[in-house]
């Protein structure tokens, strides 16, 4: 038979061992791809354009006080489409795909956050890598806690092709130049 002294002690240190681990485990948040969407905004010496980013995959994980620990995103360079044949080709040509078939996107902080009930807004810094190239990176995104455990960012970072060591495309033996200067927005959901 247990003592009683015992068993109460036992209970109290395991009871207080599940909610101090279970208080100190980080929450791990994917991306929902069907729930995200990204656009990449440019311009040639003849039209606008945009093209679409087809598959992203990312994780966020969060630790139990509520600060981001990490995240990470990885978009297949082939997953960027326009409709048109020419202009993707050229678009992977200028990543250098066959080389560099992944942008990568790491995080190294958040700064200025702000979370106003399910409102949130903040300055993510972190390296992204195109075309083998890292360099680091800040912009500011706004989100939103829509229900328990999902989150959902927008924005949009400006970027520069050559600060990557990449050519702007041309097309149409260089009738046809793409500008320096891209824009992506995004609009992703982590659940």
């Known amino acids: 038979m247990i003592k009683q002294p015992f068993f109460k002690i036992f209970m109290t240190l395991l009871i ?3 909610f101090i681990t279970g208080n100190l485990s980080a929450q791990s948040l994917k991306i929902n791809p069907k729930a ?4 990449i905004y440019g311009t040639t010496n003849v039209h606008d354009f945009k093209t ?24 297949p360079v082939h997953s960027i489409k326009s409709g048109e044949k020419l202009m993707d080709n050229k678009t992977y040509e200028a990543f250098n795909d066959a080389k560099y078939p992944t942008i990568l996107f790491s995080l190294i902080d958040v700064t200025s956050l702000q979370i106003n009930g399910d409102d949130i807004s903040a300055i993510v810094n972190g390296n992204l890598t195109l075309a083998g190239v ?11 806690n829509t229900k328990p455990g999902v989150y959902v960012f927008k924005g949009s970072v400006a970027l520069k092709m050559t ?11 260089g009738v046809m130049k793409v500008g320096d200067a891209i824009t992506l927005k995004y609009d992703v959901t982590f659940e």
């Open 134 to 144: 890292t360099r680091k990176i800040s912009f500011k995104t706004t989100g939103k």
């Open 163 to 173: 600060d990557y060591k990449m050519k702007p495309p041309t097309a149409m033996l």
């Open 52 to 75: 679409s980013v087809q598959q992203i995959k990312g994780e966020v994980v969060i630790n139990s006080a509520k600060k981001v620990q990490s995240a990470s995103l990885e978009i």
């Open 16 to 18: 207080s061992f599940i």
């Open 36 to 39: 995200s969407s990204m656009t």
